[in-house]
C-alpha cells in the first residue's frame, strides 16, 4: 500500500515537473516593427510567465503581410496597422480574441476602443497610434510651415527627404490636393500622381527613404523629412531644433494593433502576450522607449507638461479630428501601386 | 564511381536553395495576382520608365567593372610580383575589408560622403565650399567599387602568381622590352583571371541595390532597388519575381558572353 501511494507520489511529482517542463517549452515568436519595443518589457514578461519569446522584425505592413501569407515562419503576435488588420480580417488570416482573458484591455483609452477597422476589437487590441507629418529644421526654415504645400515648394529644392511608403506618400499629396487619402477615384490619384512625379522633375525632393530620415534630419542633411509621429519625437530628442507638424488639410492617423495570425499554435500565451503589453506600467515603459502615442489612458494621463505641449506625443483634438485611418481600397490598389511606380520611375 | 556522391551534400543544396525558389520565382514572373497565366509582367520591362533602370544597371555596373580593373590589375601584378612572406600583405590588403559586412562598411561611407560628413566638415575646415555627394552617380559608383573591387583583384592575383617566371626571362632573353613582356606575354596569360574577375565584379554590380539607397538617398534608381520595391514597399511578388528574372536572363547572356572571350572555355581546355 505504502508502495503504491509512493510511487503515485512520485509520478504526480514527474508529471507536475514533465507539466512545468511543457510551460517552459512554449515559445511565443513575436513579429514586430524594427526599434518598437523597450527589450526590457520582454525580459520582464519571460520572467514573469516563463514563455519564452522569440522577437523578430518587419518594415513595412506590406512586408509582413508578405511573409505571413507566403508562410514563411509561423508567428504568434503581429503588430500590423489598422488598414492592414482590415485586410487581413477580410482574408481570414486573424485569429479571433477573447478580450475577457485580456483584463488591461480595460486600460485603453475609449476613443481607440472599438474602431471603424476592426468593430468590436474582436482581431486587434491597439499597441501604439500616432499621426503622419513632417519635421523641419527651424534654423534652415525660418518661416512657420503648417500646410503640406512646403514639400512642393521650390524655395526648399533639395533639401526634402520623402518616405518611402505607398499609402503614406500618395495619401499626403491626395490630402494636399483636398481628396481623401482613401480615394479610389483614378482621377484624384492621376492628380496626386502628376504632383508627385513633378516634385521629382523639378528635384524639390532629395531622396525617398524610410527608417533612415530622422537620423538624416538630426544630423541636419535636409530641412524637411516626412515622418511618423514617433520618429518625429525621437528626431526632436535628438535635435531641438527640429519642429513637428501635422499639416492643417489633415493627415493620416494611424493605430498599430496586436493580433494573433490564425495558425498560431499558442493564442492563449499570445493573448497573455498582448494583455502584458496593456499594463500600466509596461505600456509607460514602452511610451518612454519609443515615444509614439500610447493608447493606455493613464499613460496620456501622465505626460509631463512638456511632453502635452508635443504635437507629436500630445496630438489637439481638432488636429486628430482633421486626420483620416487608412482603409483597405481593395480593387483599387493596382491604381495605387501603378501611380507609386510612375512616381518612382520618374526622372 | 562512388566519388560521385561526395558531390551530394552541394547538390541536394543547390536543388533546394537554388532550383525550388528558382522554380517558384518563374511560376510567379508568369502569373497574376489570381494565379492565372500571364506575361503581362515579363513585358512590363518596355512600359515606359523601366528600360531607362534597366539600362542605368548595365550602364553603372560596366563602369564599376572597368574602373576595379584599372585598380585591381596593377594592384594584383603588384602583389603577384613580389614574394610577401606567405601572402599575409595580401590578406591585410584585401581581405580585411571583406571581414566586415558589406551594408556596415557602406554605411560608413555614407557617414564620410554626407553633407556633413567626414570628408565635407574638412572642407568647411580647410575654408573650401562643402560638396554634395550624396545623390550623386559618382557616389554610387565608388561605393560599389569599394565593396566588388577585392572580387577583380583576387583572381587577377592567383591568375598572375601562376605565371611561370622562366616564361617571362624566355621572353626577356629573346629581346622583348619590359612593355613587349608585359603586352604580349603576361597580360595574355593572365587573361583567364581578368575573366573571371569581369565576372565576379558584374553579377553583383548588376543586381546592386541598398549601395544606391544608402549613397544616393534612393534617388539613383537601379534593377536590385525596383525588384525590392515590389516585394517590400508595393507588395506586387509577380512583378518583383517577372523583373528578377528578366535580370537573370541579362547576367546569363552577359556570362555567356564572356565565355566567348575567355580562351580556355574556348578551346575546350576548362
Sequence with gaps: ?347 | MKRQWYAAPYALWMLLFTLVPLLFVAYYAFTDGSGGFSTDNILRIFQPGYLPVLLDSLRLSLYCTLICLLIGYPTAYFLASRDFSENKMLVVLILLPMWMNFLLRTYAMMTILENNGLINMLLEKLGLDKVQFIGTEGAVLLGMVYNFLPFMVLPVYTALKKLDARVIEAAEDLGANPLRVITRVIVPQSIPGVISGVTMVFMPAVTTFAITRLLSNGMIYLMGDMIEEFFITVNNRNAGSALSLVMLALVLISTLLLRLVNPDTREGRA
Excluded at chain 1, 508529471?15 to 526599434?35: I, K, P, Q, R, Y
Excluded at chain 1, 523578430?56 to 514563411?72: I, P, S
Excluded at chain 1, 502584458?276 to 496620456?300: K, L, W
Design chain 1, 1 to 347: 500500500m505504502k508502495k503504491i501511494a509512493l510511487l503515485l507520489s512520485l509520478l504526480l511529482a514527474l508529471s507536475c515537473f514533465s507539466g512545468f517542463a511543457l510551460a517552459e517549452d512554449v515559445e511565443l515568436t513575436v513579429f514586430n516593427w524594427f526599434d518598437y519595443i523597450d527589450p526590457a518589457t520582454i525580459e520582464m514578461f519571460e520572467e514573469e510567465t516563463g514563455i519564452s519569446v522569440q522577437y523578430v522584425n518587419f518594415t513595412t505592413n506590406e512586408e509582413m503581410y508578405t511573409k505571413l501569407e507566403a508562410g514563411a515562419g509561423s508567428y504568434d503576435v503581429i503588430f500590423p496597422s489598422e488598414y492592414m488588420i482590415e485586410r487581413m480580417v477580410k482574408h481570414d488570416m486573424l485569429a479571433e480574441l477573447d478580450l475577457s482573458a485580456m483584463p488591461n484591455f480595460a486600460n485603453i483609452m475609449d476613443s481607440l476602443k472599438n474602431p471603424s477597422y476592426d468593430p468590436g476589437n474582436a482581431h486587434s487590441v491597439p499597441y501604439m497610434w500616432g499621426t503622419l507629418g513632417y519635421v523641419y529644421n527651424t534654423e534652415m526654415i525660418p518661416e512657420e510651415l503648417t500646410s503640406w504645400s512646403a514639400l512642393f515648394d521650390e524655395k526648399y529644392a533639395g533639401q526634402i527627404l520623402m518616405m518611402n511608403s505607398m499609402r503614406d506618400t500618395i495619401g499626403l499629396a491626395l490630402k494636399y490636393l483636398g481628396y481623401s487619402m482613401n480615394t479610389r477615384d483614378e482621377a484624384e490619384l492621376n492628380a496626386a500622381k502628376d504632383l508627385l512625379v513633378e516634385q521629382k522633375q523639378k528635384h524639390i525632393e532629395a531622396g525617398y527613404l524610410l527608417d533612415e530620415i530622422k537620423d538624416k534630419m538630426i544630423g541636419g542633411e535636409a530641412a524637411i523629412g516626412v515622418v511618423y509621429s514617433g520618429d518625429a519625437q525621437y528626431a526632436i530628442d535628438g535635435n531641438p531644433i527640429l519642429k513637428y507638424v501635422i499639416p492643417e488639410e489633415g493627415s493620416n492617423i494611424w493605430v498599430d494593433g496586436m493580433c494573433v495570425p490564425k495558425d498560431s499554435k499558442h493564442i492563449a500565451e499570445a493573448q497573455q502576450f498582448i494583455d502584458f503589453m496593456c499594463r500600466e506600467d509596461v505600456a509607460a515603459m514602452n511610451f518612454d522607449y519609443i515615444r509614439y502615442c500610447s493608447p493606455i489612458q493613464s499613460v496620456a494621463d501622465n505626460l509631463s507638461p512638456e511632453e502635452a505641449a508635443m504635437p507629436a506625443l500630445n496630438p489637439s483634438n481638432e488636429v486628430a479630428a482633421s486626420c483620416e485611418y487608412f482603409n483597405d481600397v481593395e480593387d483599387a490598389m493596382s491604381l495605387y501601386e501603378n501611380v507609386w511606380m510612375e512616381v518612382r520611375l520618374a526622372r
